[in-house]
C-alpha cells in the first residue's frame, strides 16, 4: 500500500476510535519500565502500551512551530519554523529547529505538513528540507510559492517534492496517520489548521488563527468542520497561544482595511507604509487602496517584492501596469507629484538592516524622508524587538515627518485571537488534552487560564517548560514524558551553520563584546627559543586612552618575565604560550578587573638568515607598547601603518 495518499471529498467517522473512555482515577504510584536515556525512545513504556509521541522542537519557548509525531516506524512533521536571532547569538541572523533526532530516523518520516506561509513556520525548510533529503510536503499555493523563494540554489529548488492541499476536499494518509484540513483566518491567506488522526486518538493542531466573521481577502473559517471535529472526540488541542492574554476579539481585517484606505485617501504627503513582508493580506489592502485612489506604490524589500510577485501569480491581485513598481531608483518617485507616493516597506520592527531602518537614518539608497512626509506603522511589536523598534521611531520623528501608529487608528490587526477567539475554539474543539503552544511560558500560561476557565482538568492541561520535551498519547491518557529531548539552538549566520553550545565563534564573540580583545606577538629565535626585540601588543576595546601605555607596559613586563621562567623548563614554545594564557588571565584581571579575550601569537625568526641584525626589531620598545592602539585613542592611523616607521619625526606625527 502507497503510505502517502490523497483521498478527496471523503468523510471519516472516526467517533468510537478518538472518544475513548476517560483515564480512570490513579490509585497508585505508576510504574514504569525505562531503560537509559538514549536518543531512541525506548519501548515499552507503560504496561507494556507503545504511544504516540509529540516532540517539540520550536514553539514552547519562542513565536513558531515545528513540532513531529510519532508511532513505531512512522512520523510526520507539522512546520519548521524559524525564529529571529535572540541576544545570546550575538549576532547570527536567525535560529533554526534542531532536527538531529529526525536525521538519525529520517527512514520514518513520512511528510511534512505546512500549515501556513509565515517565516516562523516555514522559514527552516531551506535548511531541514535538505538535511533530510527533501521529505514530501502537503501545502497549499501560496505558501509553496513562499517556501521556494527562500531557496537560492536552483538543484535544490529542482529536488522539492510538494502535493498541494484543498482543505475543503482532501485528506490525506500518512503511514498511519490520517490528516484532515480545516480552513481557519490568519493574517495571510490559505491558512489551515489539522485534525491529525492517531492510533491513540485525535490531535487537533490549531495553526495561527483568529476567529475574523468578516475577512478582507480570505473566506471566514470553517467553523462548522471544526464544530464537527469536536464532537467526533479530540483526544489533544495543541492550541495557538498568541493573544490569550489580550481581553475581548482580535480586530476585523476588514476595519484594519477600511482605515488604512481612509489613510492612503486623505494624505496629501508622500506616503511610507511599513508592514511584515509575510503579512500578504495587508500588503493586498495597501495596494488596493492605492490604486483605487490615483497613487503609485514603490516595493521596498527583496521579501515584499517577492511576496508580491507570487500573490499576482496566484490571482491574489491584480492591478494596471505601472502602478505597483520595485524601487529602483530615486528618479522614478522624484518625477511624481508627492500626493500619488506609497512607498510600501518592510521593517516595521526595527531591524537594523531593514528598509525602514535605513530610511529612518537617512541611509537607505533610493529614498530620503522630507519633512511633511507621512509614515504609518502598519504592524505591533514583537515581544524582544522593543529597543531596536524605539529607537526606530525616534530616528523617524526628529525628521518631522508625520506618523501614524495603531495607537492612534486601526492600521493594524494581529492574525491571532483575543481571549474570547480562544474560548470559541476551546468551545468548539471541547478537547480532553490540552496543550498551550507557538507561544513563550507567558501566553503560554495566559491560555491555560482560559483552559480551567472553560471547565479543563488542571491535570489535564499539559505545561511542558522548553523545547525538546515529548508528549505522550496512550489509550486513556495524556502526559507529558519523563523523556527530554537534548536539544541545541542552531544558527545561521550568513552562509554558515553552527551551535550555541560548544561553538566558539559565539563564545569569543561574547567576551570580545564585554572585555574586547588582547593579542601579544613573541618574536622567538629560532634555535635558543629566546625573544628577539620587543613582545608586540594590541589590543581592541580593552583599555580606555588615558590608561593605555602603563596597562600595555605592566602587561608586557610581566609577559617577558613568564616567558623566561618558563624557558628554563621548556623549549617548547606553544607550550609556554598557553600556560602564559591562563597567568596572563589571572594578572590581567588582578590589576584591571576585566579579562579580554587573550590572544597570544609567536613567530620564529632565524637570526643567521638576516644580516642587518637591526631590522630585527622593526619597532621602537615605546611603539610597541603604545603604537598599536592608535584607533582605541582616537587616531585613525591603522596598525599597519604605524608597524613601519621611517623616522623619529614621522613617529611623533603619527
Known amino acids: 500500500m502507497n503510505p502517502s495518499t490523497i483521498s ?8 468510537k476510535k478518538n472518544n475513548a473512555k476517560k483515564a480512570p482515577t490513579r490509585r497508585g504510584p505508576r510504574r514504569y519500565t525505562r531503560k537509559p536515556k538514549q536518543e531512541q525512545f525506548e519501548e515499552p513504556v507503560y504496561k507494556g502500551e507503545i504511544p504516540v509521541r509529540i516532540g517539540s522542537l520550536l514553539g514552547l519557548e519562542q513565536v513558531g512551530q515545528c513540532i513531529f509525531i510519532e508511532y513505531k516506524d512512522d512520523i510526520i512533521i507539522v512546520d519548521a519554523g524559524m525564529e529571529f536571532s535572540a541576544e545570546e547569538t550575538l549576532g547570527a541572523d536567525y535560529i533554526i529547529p534542531d532536527i538531529s533526532y529526525l536525521k538519525k530516523n529520517q527512514h520514518k518520516i513520512r511528510g511534512i505538513l505546512l500549515s501556513h506561509g509565515h517565516l516562523d513556520h516555514v522559514g527552516a525548510l531551506r535548511h531541514v528540507l535538505p538535511a533530510l533529503d527533501f521529505p514530501m510536503i502537503y501545502t497549499t499555493p501560496l505558501t509553496l510559492g513562499i517556501v521556494k523563494k527562500t531557496f537560492d540554489d536552483p538543484k535544490q529548488l529542482g529536488r522539492i517534492k510538494a502535493k498541494l492541499i484543498d482543505p475543503d476536499k482532501d485528506i490525506v494518509k500518512l503511514g498511519c496517520f490520517t490528516i484532515e484540513y480545516v480552513h481557519v483566518n ?3 491567506p490559505e491558512t489551515m489548521a489539522m485534525a491529525i488522526h492517531t492510533p491513540k486518538g ?6 495561527d488563527f483568529k476567529i475574523d466573521h ?15 471535529i469536536g464532537t467526533e472526540g479530540v483526544k489533544l488541542y495543541i492550541g495557538d497561544s498568541l493573544g490569550a492574554n489580550k481581553p475581548g476579539f482580535a480586530i476585523s481585517e476588514k476595519r484594519v482595511g477600511e482605515s488604512i484606505e481612509a489613510i492612503i485617501k486623505a494624505t496629501k504627503s508622500r506616503m511610507v507604509i511599513a508592514t511584515f513582508a509575510s503579512n500578504v493580506g495587508r500588503i ?9 485612489n490615483n497613487k503609485v506604490v514603490f516595493l521596498s524589500g527583496r521579501s515584499m517584492i517577492n511576496n508580491v510577485e507570487i500573490c499576482q501569480q496566484l490571482g491574489y491581485i491584480n492591478f494596471p501596469k505601472g502602478t505597483v513598481r520595485k524601487l529602483i531608483n530615486a528618479n522614478e518617485i522624484e518625477t511624481l507629484p508627492d500626493e500619488r507616493v506609497v512607498l510600501l516597506s518592510t521593517g516595521a520592527q526595527g ?3 531593514s528598509a525602514l531602518a535605513r530610511i529612518a537614518r537617512g541611509e537607505h539608497q533610493h529614498f530620503e524622508l522630507r519633512p511633511g512626509d507621512t509614515v504609518v506603522m502598519s504592524a505591533s511589536t514583537i515581544p524582544g524587538n522593543e529597543s531596536q523598534f524605539a529607537k526606530m521611531i525616534n530616528d523617524l520623528v526628529i525628521k518631522k515627518i508625520n506618523l501614524i501608529t495603531n495607537d492612534a487608528m486601526d492600521v493594524h490587526a494581529s492574525g491571532h485571537g483575543g481571549a474570547e477567539d480562544h474560548k470559541i475554539m476551546l468551545g468548539l474543539v471541547k478537547p480532553e488534552y490540552f496543550l498551550p503552544y507557538y507561544m513563550p511560558a507567558a501566553e503560554r500560561y495566559s491560555h491555560r487560564a482560559l483552559g480551567l476557565d472553560m471547565g479543563i482538568p488542571d491535570e489535564n492541561i499539559i505545561m511542558p517548560e522548553k523545547n525538546g520535551s515529548v508528549i505522550e498519547m496512550y489509550d486513556d491518557r495524556v502526559e507529558l514524558s519523563k523523556y527530554q529531548m537534548k536539544l541545541d539552538v542552531v544558527m545561521i549566520d550568513g552562509l554558515g551553520m553552527g551551535h550555541l553550545s560548544g561553538e566558539y565563534v559565539i563564545k569569543a564573540r561574547k567576551i570580545m563584546s564585554q572585555d574586547g580583545v588582547l593579542a601579544l606577538i613573541f618574536k622567538v629565535d629560532t634555535k635558543t627559543k629566546e625573544l628577539v626585540g620587543n613582545i608586540q601588543i594590541e589590543s581592541r576595546g580593552f583599555v580606555y586612552s588615558s590608561e593605555v601605555q602603563k596597562i600595555h607596559t605592566d602587561i608586557v613586563e610581566f609577559a617577558k618575565k613568564k616567558f623566561y621562567h618558563h624557558l628554563k623548563n621548556t623549549g617548547d614554545v606553544k607550550m609556554i604560550l598557553k600556560t602564559m594564557k591562563d597567568e596572563l588571565g589571572e594578572f590581567i584581571e588582578k590589576n584591571i578587573g576585566r579579562v579580554p579575550m587573550i590572544m597570544p601569537m609567536f613567530v620564529y625568526i632565524n637570526r643567521d638568515a638576516v644580516k642587518d641584525e637591526s631590522k630585527l626589531d622593526a619597532i621602537s620598545a615605546e611603539d610597541a607598547i603604545v603604537g598599536m592602539t592608535l584607533e582605541e585613542q582616537g587616531d585613525d592611523t591603522g596598525a599597519e601603518e604605524m608597524s ?9 606625527e603619527e
Do not use: C, G, Y
Not at 613601519?644 to 611623533?652: A, G, N, S, Y
Open 8 to 15: 478527496t471529498n471523503v468523510h471519516i467517522d472516526f467517533n
Open 202 to 207: 485525535l490531535i487537533f493542531n490549531s495553526s
Open 644 to 652: 613601519q616607521p621611517t623616522d623619529k619625526k614621522q613617529k611623533d
Open 186 to 188: 490568519h493574517n495571510i
Open 214 to 228: 468578516t475577512p478582507a481577502i480570505d473566506k471566514p473559517a470553517d467553523l462548522s468542520k471544526i464544530a464537527r
Open 284 to 292: 493586498i489592502q495597501i495596494i488596493q487602496a492605492a490604486v483605487k
Open 351 to 353: 531591524e537594523e538592516f
